[in-house]
């Protein structure tokens, strides 16, 4: 067990090349410690690998694809050039394999369809004198081979001669013979120019068909039995040519020219060929499934051209052809061979030759593999380390060339000691050198031969432990916990689908050992579940139906399905024997590059929504169908979960799709749609049709909420008028409040800046649109844009502060204020800015539109700070709504009983609705309709206007209906009235003692002030008195207006003044 297991380890090892191996264009010979060698070389693209360890070409297909590249193709003229360039440096003049060109796939034939009638001769046991003769002469040949078809009586053990050929001057000149042994077997031996050759190559005496083919050229010869070379040898005695004009006899041995029969054969005989030449072993083997070889043959079984005896009858019997009815000619495969004195050549060989062959990757990925080969050599990572103490210390030998294993016994136990290692380092978890050299032991585990001899090795329990230990380490290189470490090996590993590929591969070789006597088998494991049914089509075809491991907890789930008719159509089209092959994978998705897009064309073109890309949003779940052991395509239904959060503002599409191997195969494959439709959509779930077999998923397209054309041009005229008037509107506020003298004060001062920089911000978002023509132009817009919207927020937010202030007393002087206001309006901003730009600047523009970039994180250095922004100044609204209530109520409790309850509703709710109008623009609250933008296009008018005549509403309710604006024009008007009245009057009539004031009373109600003249607010009460003192002692612009409101055990004397300055006070009295 040891010896197995070192040797599996060895296998088992990261193959690449040696430290030695070559990192220059050019070529080199390596090799390594055990004998193996190379030649290696390196172009501007490719690597070329000549693997001079020979092997069969399925194998070498199977160590190149190991390795993460392939064999050699001469498609390319610089893969041609490179392949020929590093046989001739390397001095390689013999064979190569080299990749077949590639081929349509055949249509997969029922077993019933793959049989073939023939006509065949009968030789009965009731007579020994039956033979046949052949009635055509042959010449005198140099090579030969003879085929033919014998179904051997399983009661008969003695010598028979199958056929003879005899000359007039030798009897015993080119026969074969065959008799049974005590283990059930059918010995066959040769005789050449009388030389009896050794009884080896058999067949077992069961009473079938079996094909036996005998080449023979000079001194070389060889025996087939179904298609396969069962004995082969050389003689000198036998070196001459065969003598011509013989006769040939079926079924007898001719101890005299054409007479004196012995040794007579009791069976069938049909299919006798002969021809001139000594047949290869893919021609052969090409015979044995019914194919034609184009080679010309001197005789061609026809009953017309025998002579039978009395006592032979002719039959018509029933043989297995699978390539007759799809006309394969198995011509073998393609190799390569260079030499010195003419030009390269492609030939076609037995493709169970033993040769070398040529792997070609890409450089970078060979350059790759080289390091990931090297830091395993020199740090061993816990779970290689774990491997060496499993296989008793010894030393694993990296480094070393991979031929792949050889049976399942090594890939057993290879895969039973990686499972142990595995769960031992579960804590220590994979690292990206343990994840290839796991994928190269799935890739190698599936491409063994499978093989069930009669043995207890290898019965189907120990077959099903192998599949539960291969998914197993299958689940540990594809779990979730992954997802980082797939990134690092990308450049060596196609992606997940390369390990999904290997299970189907593994399935499919094992599934006729692992349904032996059994109709359903499961294998699960955390992120993997698979089963395999089986079911015989004449006992009762019905439908089959496959869920992952999710269905007891989800009313839906990821089931797929193939239709009862799909069955019974491949039912009626003759097949006997259906496996369904079910793999549902649920970690993939995180797998693929979240950061790469998958191309595939938008399904909403009507403009309503923009395209972000398309994205893997569901398991991946799949079925592979064998009918009668060959593959078989099918329609499925398959239902799928979305695996994907919804992100507001983002409408996800469903598309079916599947994994097709065959687009782009140097980099694994890539999605694909065709033949794939939706049938349903549903909440959290799509039902899909595919008209074939394969890997399925969901591919959920990725849109951005968008207007139609019509709405998004009526939003863009909207917001352009609405910028115009906003902006005129701010202009006007902005030369009301210099023109009118409004008395400076910090809420005054705090009014201009968010006039100047939402001024700003508006003019640059009107000429937006026209600098997006120019790019650089394009980014300053952006740039400016960013930072006036950044500081209208941040005035906003200092106008919240401001009113904060007001509302609860705060203990700090009003300069120190301000200072701490300019910073945040104006500094805060520009760090904003900088900071953005100096860590985004590539991405800092959005494609199309100067504006932040949406798809990477550019966009929240505005959307961040204006969130905190409307959140404080929502805060600031709740307390003044607050402290305005608490007023109303004060006030309604002074009023009548009798009007009381009538007017505490109304005075309630003006108490409510009318800080929130007035504070509405300039705490920037409207901006709150941002957030359900997405949601309908009506919410989008909304916002659109609301945001876009800001600048009117400022003017209306800070300018038009402002008290101190109002009152600033009044002052003036009087001032003018004044002077005017002077210069018309003399001073005696107008002037009285400036010490006698000037008294007017009043009962009407004051002017109602704003919240930024008066900290309560409300409809004046009838019964309070207001006193306005005209004072010559102050200045004219000056006024002191004394309101005095009455109530039972308590009266509110308040106190407004304005001085020159414009400086006010506000004195309350309870």
Not at 92 to 102: A, D, E, F, L
Not at 176 to 194: F, K, S
Not at 563 to 585: A, M, S
Request: proline letters at 5%.
């Amino acid at each position: 067990m040891t010896g197995a297991l070192h040797a599996a380890l060895i296998l088992f090892s990261v193959v690449v090349v040696c430290e030695t191996e070559p990192t220059h264009v050019g070529t080199d010979r390596v090799g390594d410690s055990h004998g193996q060698s190379k030649s290696v070389r390196l172009s501007s693209h490719w690597a070329f690998v000549l693997v001079n360890d020979s092997l069969d070409f399925s194998r070498a297909e199977s160590s190149c694809r190991s390795q993460f590249s392939s064999l050699a193709t001469l498609d390319q003229l610089e893969l041609r050039e490179g392949a020929l360039e590093l046989l001739r440096q390397a001095g390689h003049q013999s064979h190569v394999w080299i990749s077949n060109p590639s081929k349509l796939p055949s249509e997969p034939l029922p077993l019933s369809k793959q049989y073939l009638q023939f006509s065949a001769l009968n030789f009965p046991k009731t007579s020994r004198e039956g033979f046949a003769r052949v009635n055509r002469p042959l010449p005198a040949l140099s090579s030969v081979s003879v085929c033919v078809r014998i179904q051997w009586d399983p009661e008969w053990n003695e010598v028979s001669t199958i056929f003879s050929y005899a000359a007039r001057v030798f009897t015993n000149e080119f026969l074969l013979r065959g008799h049974g042994d005590m283990q059930g077997r059918i010995l066959l031996a040769l005789i050449v120019h009388g030389k009896h050759l050794p009884y080896k190559a058999c067949f077992p005496n069961d009473g079938g068909w079996h094909h036996i083919c005998v080449t023979w050229s000079s001194s070389l010869w060889a025996i087939y039995v179904d298609g396969e070379r069962k004995d082969e040898g050389s003689s000198s005695d036998t070196s001459r040519d065969i003598h011509a004009d013989g006769i040939l006899i079926l079924g007898q041995d001719q101890d005299s020219f054409g007479g004196n029969f012995t040794e007579p054969f009791f069976g069938n005989i049909t299919d006798l060929n002969v021809w001139n030449i000594s047949l290869e072993s893919r021609h052969v083997r090409a015979l044995n499934g019914c194919s034609v070889i184009n080679q010309v043959m001197l005789f061609s079984w026809n009953l017309d051209h025998l002579i039978n005896h009395p006592a032979v009858k002719e039959v018509r019997v029933l043989l297995f052809c699978p390539a007759k009815h799809q006309q394969m000619a198995l011509q073998g495969c393609r190799t390569l061979q260079t030499r010195s004195d003419q030009h390269p050549v492609t030939s076609l060989l037995d493709c169970s030759e033993p040769l070398p062959f040529i792997c070609v990757s890409s450089r970078e990925r060979y350059l790759r593999m080289k390091q990931i080969s090297d830091s395993q050599s020199s740090e061993p990572t816990a779970l290689m380390t774990q491997l060496m103490k499993l296989s008793n210390n010894s030393q694993v030998v990296l480094g070393q060339q991979s031929l792949g294993l050889s049976s399942l016994a090594e890939a057993s136990v290879l895969l039973d000691v990686s499972v142990q290692a595995l769960q031992d380092t579960k804590q220590e978890g994979l690292q990206p050198t343990d994840m290839v050299s796991l994928i190269q032991l799935l890739s190698q585990a599936a491409d063994v031969p499978s093989q069930f001899p009669d043995s207890a090795n290898h019965t189907k329990e120990s077959i099903q432990q192998l599949s539960q230990h291969f998914i197993n380490v299958a689940d540990s290189v594809i779990s979730q916990d992954n997802a980082f470490k797939w990134q690092a090996i990308k450049e060596v590993v196609n992606g997940p689908m390369d390990v999904v590929k290997s299970i189907d591969r593994m399935v499919t070789s094992l599934s006729p050992g692992l349904m032996a006597d059994r109709d359903h088998l499961t294998f699960h494991s955390p992120n993997i579940k698979l089963s395999v049914q089986q079911q015989r089509l004449q006992e009762s075809p019905k439908g089959t139906s496959f869920c992952g491991p999710e269905a007891e907890k989800h009313s839906y789930s990821d089931c797929i399905s193939v239709p009862h008719q799909k069955i019974q159509d491949l039912l009626n089209k003759g097949f006997h024997e259906l496996t369904l092959v079910n793999t549902w994978y649920g970690s993939l998705r995180p797998l693929f590059n979240p950061e790469g897009n998958i191309s595939i064309v938008p399904t909403v073109t009507d403009g309503s929504q923009r395209y972000l890309g398309t994205i893997l949003g569901s398991s991946v779940i799949s079925t592979t169908v064998l009918g009668d052991n060959q593959h078989v395509s099918t329609a499925v239904h398959f239902q799928l979960r979305h695996k994907m959060q919804n992100t507001a503002g983002a409408v996800y599409d469903p598309v079916c799709a599947f994994w097709d191997f065959k687009i782009t195969p140097e980099a694994g494959g890539w999605w694909n749609t065709k033949g794939c439709e939706v049938v349903s959509k549903q909440y959290g779930y799509t039902v899909c049709y595919c008209n074939h077999t394969t890997n399925f998923a969901l591919l959920l397209q990725v849109y951005e909420a968008q207007t139609s054309p019509e709405n998004k041009k009526a939003l863009q005229v909207l917001m352009f008028i609405g910028c115009g008037v906003s902006l005129c509107g701010l202009l006007f506020t902005f030369i009301l409040f210099i023109a009118v003298g409004v008395p400076k004060s910090d809420r005054t001062t705090v009014h201009k800046n968010l006039i100047v920089a939402l001024s700003i911000a508006e003019l640059l978002l009107m000429c937006s649109d026209w600098a997006s023509a120019n790019e650089g132009a394009c980014f300053v817009v952006t740039a400016l844009l960013h930072l006036f919207f950044m500081a209208s927020f941040s005035w906003m937010l200092v106008e919240g502060l401001l009113l904060w202030s007001k509302v609860v007393s705060v203990n700090i002087s009003e300069d120190r204020r301000m200072k701490l206001y300019y910073i945040i309006g104006w500094g805060l901003p520009v760090l904003i800015v900088i900071v953005t730009l100096a860590a985004s600047v590539n991405e800092y523009k959005a494609d199309g539109h100067c504006w932040l970039n949406l798809k990477t994180g550019t966009i929240w250095s505005f959307v961040g700070p204006v969130i905190f922004v409307l959140a404080v100044n929502s805060v600031v609204l709740c307390r003044v709504v607050m402290v305005t209530v608490s007023s109303a109520r004060r006030r309604a409790k002074m009023l009548s009983p009798t009007s009381a309850s009538k007017m505490q509703t109304f005075d309630l709710t003006w108490a409510v609705t009318r800080p929130v109008l007035i504070l509405l623009p300039v705490l920037g609250l409207t901006w709150l309709c941002g957030v359900l933008v997405h949601l309908s296009v009506v919410i989008a008018y909304i916002f659109s206007a609301l945001n876009a005549f800001q600048g009117l509403y400022i003017f209306l309710v800070y300018a038009v209906y402002n008290s101190e604006v109002r009152n600033a024009i009044k002052r003036i008007k009087e001032k003018r009235k004044a002077l005017s009245f002077t210069n018309c009057s003399q001073p005696t009539t107008f002037v009285t003692s400036q010490r006698a004031p000037i008294r007017s009373w009043d009962r009407s109600p004051p002017t109602p002030s704003s919240p930024e003249t008066s900290e309560t607010s409300g409809p004046p009460s009838s019964s309070s008195a207001s006193l306005v003192i005209k004072n010559e002692s102050f200045r004219k612009e000056s006024f002191v207006s004394f309101s005095l409101k009455p109530a039972p055990g308590n009266q509110v004397v308040q106190l407004t003044s304005f001085k020159p300055a414009g400086t006010g006070f506000f004195f309350h009295h309870h």
